[in-house]
C-alpha cells in the first residue's frame, strides 16, 4: 500500500486519539479520523496515484452509519474536516430509527444503490436493525449474494447501483472548495467499499492499494466483529452460522472485491471503462476530479 504519514486535524502524525502508538496498527493509525461513536471511521488523503500524485488529506471520508456519533465527533466533522456533503447509501428499513444526526451545514443525501430484490423470497423486515434478527438478516443476506460477493456484481449492473453511484461521483464534482465529503452504509464495508473502489480507481491509484483500502474495514472492525462473535457463541450458534454473521454485520473477504475487479476487466477493460460506459462519466469530469482531490507531494 503507497500511503504517506500525515499529521490528521487535530491530532499528530500517527498517533491514535489517545495519542499513544501501537505496534502493528500503523494502517489504521494513517487514515483514522478520530472519532468515537462511529466504527470505520476514515480518509483516503495520502494515497499516491499511478503518476505520482497524492489524494489530499482531510476531504474524502468513509464510515459506518452515523446515529451513534458522539457530540464531539459530530463537532470535529463539522469545524474540523467542514464536512458539506453526507451520502447515506443505506436501504430505508436500515436508516428507520438510526438516522444520521445533522453535522453543521451539510447536506444529506441517501442513495439506495442495492440492486432490486425479490420481496417474495426476501422478508425486507429483516434489514430493520433496531431489533435485529440474526437468523433472519443472515438468511437475507446470503439470498442477496451478500455473503460470497454476488451482491457487488448486481450493485454495480443494477440500476439503482448505476444511479446511485453517478449521483455519488456528481455530489464530488459539486463539492465546496475546502468541504469534506463523507459517504456511509450500515458498516461501511460493503456499499461504502465499492463507492471507494470506484472513486480511487478514477482517481487513478492503484488496484492493490484500493483492495489494501478496501481490506482496512477488518482492521477497523475487529473488536465489534470479536463481541458478535462471543455472542453468538454464548447463544449456542455453531461456528458456520458465527462465520456468515460477522460477514454479514463487520467484516469482508477479499475475495469480494478481487471477482468485481475481474468482472468489471473483463466487461468494460477496467474500473475507467465501467465508469464511462455504464456511468456516463466523462474524460473531462475524471479530471476535474482529479483536479479537486489530489495534488503534487
Not at 271 to 281: A, M, N, P, Q, S
Request: hydrophobic fraction near 40%; aromatic fraction near 8%; proline fraction near 3%.
Amino acid at each position: 500500500m503507497k500511503v504517506l504519514f500525515f499529521k490528521p486535524a487535530g491530532g499528530a502524525a500517527g498517533a491514535s486519539s489517545d495519542g499513544k502508538y501501537a505496534c502493528g496498527m500503523v494502517r489504521k493509525m494513517i487514515h483514522s479520523i478520530g472519532l468515537e461513536g462511529v466504527q470505520n471511521a476514515r480518509e483516503l488523503g495520502g494515497y499516491i496515484t499511478s503518476d505520482g500524485l497524492m489524494v489530499k488529506h482531510g476531504l474524502l471520508l468513509r464510515t459506518a452509519k452515523l446515529c451513534d456519533a458522539a457530540p464531539e465527533d459530530i463537532d470535529k466533522l463539522a469545524n474540523i474536516y467542514h464536512v458539506g456533503s453526507i451520502v447515506d447509501f443505506r436501504m430505508e428499513p436500515e436508516i428507520e430509527g438510526l438516522e444520521d444526526p445533522e453535522v453543521g451545514i451539510a447536506d444529506y443525501f441517501n442513495l439506495d444503490v442495492m440492486m432490486p430484490l425479490d420481496i417474495s423470497e426476501i422478508d425486507m423486515s429483516a434489514f430493520d436493525l433496531k431489533e435485529p434478527d440474526m437468523a433472519a438478516i443472515v438468511d437475507a443476506c446470503e439470498k442477496i449474494g451478500m455473503l460470497d460477493g454476488r451482491m457487488y456484481i448486481g450493485i454495480l449492473e443494477g440500476e439503482p447501483g448505476i444511479r446511485g453511484y453517478r449521483e455519488f461521483f456528481d455530489i464530488l464534482l459539486r463539492a465546496r472548495p475546502g468541504e469534506a465529503v463523507l459517504w456511509h452504509c450500515t458498516a461501511g464495508k460493503d456499499r461504502t467499499g465499492l463507492a471507494t473502489m470506484l472513486l480511487l480507481s478514477a482517481l487513478g491509484v492503484d488496484e492493490q492499494t484500493v483492495v489494501d483500502d478496501y481490506l482496512l474495514t477488518n482492521d477497523y472492525n475487529r473488536k465489534p466483529a470479536d463481541l458478535t462473535t462471543q455472542m453468538l457463541r454464548a447463544q449456542g450458534y455453531d461456528d458456520e452460522f458465527i462465520s456468515k454473521a460477522v460477514i454479514a454485520f463487520q467484516l469482508i473477504d477479499e475475495i469480494f472485491i478481487r471477482r468485481t475487479l475481474t468482472h468489471l476487466k473483463e466487461n468494460y477493460g477496467s474500473v475507467i471503462g465501467y465508469l464511462t460506459e455504464k456511468l456516463d462519466f466523462t474524460d473531462s469530469e475524471i479530471d476535474e476530479l482529479k483536479e479537486r482531490y489530489l495534488e503534487r507531494i
